[in-house]
């Protein structure tokens, strides 16, 4: 069965990093888009950032950009998301998405509804 597993969350302190991992099983990376979703108590998830199936194309959100960043290692199979200066705001548990993307390789939009299959979350935590 296809499957998606977060890890890397835990607790910082304002201005820290972490870095995400989503390793996917039983499905190659190379035919789906990957996006990161977020999602804080009593708040709707929301997008966070995307990666297109070749890799090549990437997308934030405006809240994320110019502190996160999403990469790939096709060999591991695994889906990263490096997240600096993080701020209280940015709190909440951290899932990853994949979408089928057999037409579009290059196609960097992960819209919430759209996406085919989650992983379970990883929360992160910015407090001192």
């Known amino acids: 069965q296809l499957q998606l597993v977060e890890s890397g969350g835990g607790l910082v302190e304002p201005g820290g990093s972490l870095r995400l991992s989503c390793a996917a099983s039983n499905f190659t990376l190379s035919y789906y888009r990957i996006g990161w979703f977020r999602q804080a108590p009593g708040k709707e998830r929301e997008g966070v950032s995307c990666?297109?199936?070749?890799?090549?194309?990437?997308k934030y959100s405006d809240s994320v950009k110019g502190r996160f960043t999403i990469s790939r290692d096709i060999a591991k199979n695994t889906v990263y998301l490096q997240m600096n200066s993080l701020k209280p705001e940015d709190t909440a548990v951290y899932y990853c998405?994949?979408?089928?993307?057999?037409?579009?390789?290059?196609?960097?939009?992960?819209?919430?509804?759209?996406?085919?299959?989650w992983g379970k979350g990883t929360l992160v935590t910015v407090s001192s």
């Open positions: 990666i297109s199936s070749s890799g090549g194309t990437t």
């Open positions: 998405a994949a979408r089928l993307a057999v037409l579009d390789h290059n196609g960097s939009t992960c819209p919430r509804d759209l996406m085919n299959y």
